[in-house]
C-alpha cells in the first residue's frame, strides 16, 4: 500500500494537456495542468488541477459520474449547470452533483481560469460523457 | 435523504469567520470563508472556502483526522508540513496527508490567500488540534 505524503507542486512546474480525441479537442479547445493525481503524487481521495478557457469558447455539455467543485480565479463567463445559467467570475465556487450535465463558456475577453477538484484518487478515473 | 443541487457560491456574498475561542484566535488572526460545506449548502463529500493569512503572521501548526488541500491564489510564504519548509505562492498546490501537522506562515507585504478543500460532508465535522 502506498504511503501518502505531504507535497506542494507548483503549476509553474507542471505541463498544460489538453483531449488526446481530436474531435473533442476541436471542439472543446480547453487546456488544464493536473496538479495532484494520486497517479502521479502520492495522495488519495482528492484531485486537483487548474484549467484556462480561452475567450470566446465555450466547454462542450457534458457529465461524469463524480462530482466535482470549481473555485474561479481569473476571467468571467457563465456556468451552465443542470439546465440554468449562472454568471461565474474571480471568487465564484461551484458544486456540480454527480451525473450533472455542466459546461463553462468564457464570454470576456481574458481567459478564465477555475480550479476543478474532484473527490476521487485520481483523474485518470473520470470518464467524460458528452451531452451534445 | 436531502438532495444534492448543482449551485454557485459568490465569495462576495460570504461572510469572514475567524475562530470563536480567542486564544486561537489571538494567537492564529486568519480569517476564512466558507463556500461550500453541507450544513449551509445542499452538498455532500466536498467543503471548499478561501482563507486570509495576513502579513508576518503565522498559522498555529495544527492537525485534523481529515485530509486537506490547498491552492495558494494570492501571496507568498511558507508552509510547514510534516517537519519540511515549502516555499508557496500562487499556483501552488498542497496535499496534506489525515493527521499531518501543517501550518501556513506569510512571510511575505500582502494577504496569502489560499483555497483550502476538505473530502468532507462539511466543514463543521472537522476537529482542529493544536501542536504547539
Redesign the interface.
Known amino acids: 500500500m502506498e504511503t501518502?505524503?505531504?507535497?506542494?507542486?507548483?503549476?509553474?512546474d507542471s505541463q498544460w494537456e489538453g483531449w488526446a480525441d481530436p474531435v473533442i479537442g476541436a471542439k472543446s479547445p480547453v487546456r488544464w495542468k493536473l496538479?495532484?493525481t494520486g497517479d502521479r503524487?502520492p495522495?488519495?481521495?482528492?484531485t486537483?488541477g487548474?484549467a484556462e478557457v480561452p475567450p470566446g469558447v465555450s466547454q462542450l455539455l457534458h457529465h461524469h459520474e463524480p462530482?466535482e467543485?470549481y473555485?474561479v480565479?481569473e476571467g468571467a463567463g457563465t456556468?451552465e449547470?443542470?439546465g440554468?445559467a449562472?454568471?461565474?467570475?474571480?471568487?465564484?465556487?461551484?458544486?456540480?452533483?454527480?451525473n450533472?450535465k455542466?459546461r463553462v463558456i468564457n464570454s470576456g475577453t481574458a481567459p478564465l481560469r477555475f480550479?476543478f477538484?474532484f473527490?476521487t484518487d485520481t483523474f485518470e478515473e473520470i470518464q467524460y460523457h458528452y451531452d451534445e
Do not use: D, N, W
Open positions: 501518502m505524503m505531504g507535497l506542494v507542486i507548483r503549476e509553474s496538479l495532484i503524487t495522495t488519495k481521495g482528492l486537483i487548474i462530482q467543485a473555485y480565479v456556468v449547470l443542470e440554468r449562472l454568471a461565474i467570475g474571480p471568487g465564484s465556487a461551484l458544486f456540480i452533483p454527480p450533472a455542466h480550479v477538484v473527490p
